[in-house]
């Protein structure tokens, strides 16, 4: 028998997204040094980006948890 080890799932707020997708659009940051940083997923990583870059241009989906905090709370007001 061979022991199968999980990767432990780890809880990424939405500011500590904004916080690993920003500076990946500067340049700062590879998706990969984020991926080890973090210990997300690929999949993860790209859908931060994908969020980020439609929430700067004022795209805010009603489904997903906005990334930057003062755009969220007008969200929970707005509700």
Avoid: F
């Avoid at 061979?2 to 432990?8: F, Y």
């Avoid at 997708?21 to 980006?49: C, F, M």
């Amino acid at each position: 028998m061979t022991d199968s080890t999980r990767k432990v799932h780890k809880t990424v707020t939405p500011s500590q997204r904004l916080g690993y997708a920003k500076p990946i659009i500067e340049g700062q940051y590879s998706n990969h040094q984020v991926i080890d940083l973090t210990g997300a997923i690929t999949t993860d990583v790209s859908r931060w980006k994908k969020q980020y870059l439609a929430e700067k241009q004022g795209e805010v989906s009603t489904a997903k948890v906005v990334l930057d905090s003062d755009k969220r709370r007008i969200q929970v007001l707005e509700k």
